[in-house]
């Protein structure tokens, strides 16, 4: 696991937490929480930099490199999906929907991070 | 439980989504007005895509894209050591996105075809995941479903129950002529 994987798996589970208690709290998606999605986003475009990055100094990826881009150009997906499904409905439920992503992110992340070592 | 007050309060958002059903819906909605069903929430009752069906969805939309990807993975890269197993992953994935597709869907038709797909997928989890467990020489290739579903934290087996749960809650007002 590298230092992609764990700032994902951190800002991930932060964002996560917040999600999950504004919807225990039984809170619309607001600012904070939207903005922790935001963070997991950024977090997985920092992934996507540095590994385009490495693939043009010539480090070689040991899975299927499809595969990994694959995974990842998904889990960048995922974060604008939900906020925008987050959005078309303010309820407390989209930020159940929003504290999925975190989550989801991190598995994918140490998916991607098998498929790359 | 709060859920009820939640589903009460749908309207005023549902208005302020772009819902592609909206036409039908409110058609159906007052087809079931009319026929006297006074409990029912009028423009709401007949959706399923509202309040917690929304996580559902979500979760489901989750396995249908991680379902698809890897069926379709395992069928181009190595489909000649297990057909069996990935001939049932394909079969996982296609239930998932129809699951996904009808669960966002409003109307009585897309309610039936929520059913029968959430059906299937709880027969499929506790069908292939016992196989899985008694029958390991024959299925020892990975699905969703193998091992009803540890591979993925048991969601799927879970996924099935709650979403039965939430279709019988919100299952359609009964056809009176």
Redesign the interface.
Known sequence: MDAYFYIIMVVGLVSTVICLTAGILKKAPNDTTILSVAAVELSLLVYLVGSIVRVAAGEPIAGEPWEFWGYLLTALLLPVAAVYWAILERTRWSNFVLAAVGVTALVMAARMNQIWY | M?EAK?VT?KPS??D???TPGAVPQEAVASKSTAAGDASAAPVARDTRN??????LI??Y??FA?SAT?RAG?QIL?KFSEAPLAYVLSAFAAVVYVVATVSLAKSGRTWFKVSVAAVLVELVGVLVVGALSVFDSVNFPHETVWSLFGRGYAFIPLLLPVLGLIWLYRRRPAPKRT
């Not at chain 2, 509202?50 to 996580?55: A, E, K, N, S």
């Open positions: 709060e939640n309060a958002h549902e302020i989504g772009t509202t309040g917690p069906g929304r996580l979500a979760v939309a989750v894209i990807a993975y890269t």
